[in-house]
């Protein structure tokens, strides 16, 4: 039974990729002028989130209000005062062809997959109301298929009392703001769960915004029917009623520059290692590290900025010459390096062992390998 639900979860997402491609078709201005309601044609992260950040900056929300929505492909993204390193998996990220994004919104990391939906409330300051919106959607999703959903005290939505499906964040600019947050509808809960693992969180100080865990639910789970193109529609038809007009849902290039020029820039700087690691706050690493079958005992310490290493620190007990200057060699070669996998596999896995005796190359080897675990890097 759990493999034939499984299959019809994958069966109902082909489909909803099929659809979104059929509806795919050119920017207009059917809608009402002062409210609408625009879907992305796009399934990947850095794109979507350019064109929330390009509507952000350039339109003028005194003369509308815009519902945006979207899904991606599977992707982790971080609230805009977070550490990578310390909410997800990076390295499985990247075994498993996972992007990774840093949105420009604060709040805690979430993960995207086709079975995700995303909606982006931008409105004027003055129209600013995140509890509105989530009410929004929980009538919509209610009044069509009356499963139960409320939005709880530290405003997420929550399915039967019990589950989370949607993580909130917003941006409050001198003008403009936007409130977005996720919808899970058929999320791939096992890659949720490996993709959001940290392996970099013991021993670690950090003043970086730190998501809460909580348990989930997929929405169709409660009804089958529940898949991205209906959650579209009845949100959208929702977000006009509510504002009192008639209008039709527009599905959107959001890379097409002649619509939105300058989104591509907008894009290529969200993908950049400055943005999505830079950007980490200071934190600190602190571990120690014991072998039983070598005797002896490591202590790794490495003080972060803009995702480099600004200090590091590396004492072992076996305290010979040969290790000495090893681990002094190994401290000013790691100052300065980014937390990434190319650049620290240079420093760490380039040393030849072959010029050590036995005994120092088993030490060094040990050393190598700890300062690997104590980075969480993967390399």
């Not at 002896?296 to 590091?312: D, N, W, Y």
């Not at 040969?322 to 390096?337: A, K, P, S, W």
Request: net charge neutral; charged share 25%.
């Amino acid at each position: 039974m759990v493999h034939l639900c499984r299959q019809l979860r994958l069966s109902r997402a082909f489909l909803s990729a099929e659809i979104c491609r059929f509806h795919k078709r050119s920017f207009s201005q059917k809608s009402s002028k002062r409210h609408q309601v625009y879907v992305s044609t796009s399934d990947d992260i850095y794109t979507n989130l350019a064109l929330e950040e390009w509507l952000y900056e350039k339109e003028d929300f005194n003369q509308k209000s815009i519902l945006l929505m979207w899904q991606n492909k599977p992707a982790v993204v971080i609230g805009r005062h977070q550490n990578p390193w310390l909410e997800c998996s990076v390295p499985k990220l990247r075994e498993h062809g996972i992007d990774l994004a840093r949105r420009i919104s604060g709040g805690g990391c979430v993960y995207h997959d086709l079975g995700n939906l995303n909606c982006s409330f931008l409105k004027t300051k003055k129209q600013y109301n995140r509890r509105q919106n989530l009410d929004l959607v929980v009538e919509a999703v209610t009044n069509r298929w009356g499963v139960d959903l409320q939005v709880n005290t530290r405003e997420d939505i929550v399915l039967d009392g019990l589950y989370k499906i949607s993580g909130t964040a917003s941006k409050l600019g001198k003008n403009n703001t936007f409130h977005h947050f996720t919808l899970l509808h058929d999320v791939n809960e096992e890659n949720l769960e490996m993709a959001l693992e940290s392996p970099m969180r013991i021993g670690v100080e950090s003043k970086a915004t730190d998501s809460k865990r909580s348990r989930i639910k997929n929405l169709s789970e409660c009804d089958i029917t529940i898949d991205f193109i209906s959650l579209v529609e009845v949100i959208g038809q929702q977000f006009y009623k509510e504002a009192g007009v008639q209008g039709e849902i527009t599905w959107i290039d959001p890379g097409d520059e002649t619509l939105f020029p300058g989104v591509t820039e907008i894009n290529k700087a969200s993908k950049d290692w400055e943005w999505v690691f830079g950007k980490t706050p200071k934190f600190s690493i602190k571990r120690t590290f014991t072998s039983g079958e070598l005797r002896t005992e490591l202590s790794v310490s490495c003080h972060f900025e803009k995702g480099r290493i600004k200090t590091a620190e590396i004492m072992c007990d076996y305290r010979t010459p040969c290790v000495e200057e090893f681990t002094d060699r190994l401290q000013r070669e790691l100052t300065g390096r980014r937390l990434h996998r190319e650049d620290l596999h240079q420093t760490l896995n380039d040393y030849d062992l072959s010029q050590f005796d036995q005994k120092h190359s088993a030490v060094i080897s040990w050393i190598i390998q700890s300062c690997v675990q104590a980075l969480g890097t993967g390399v």
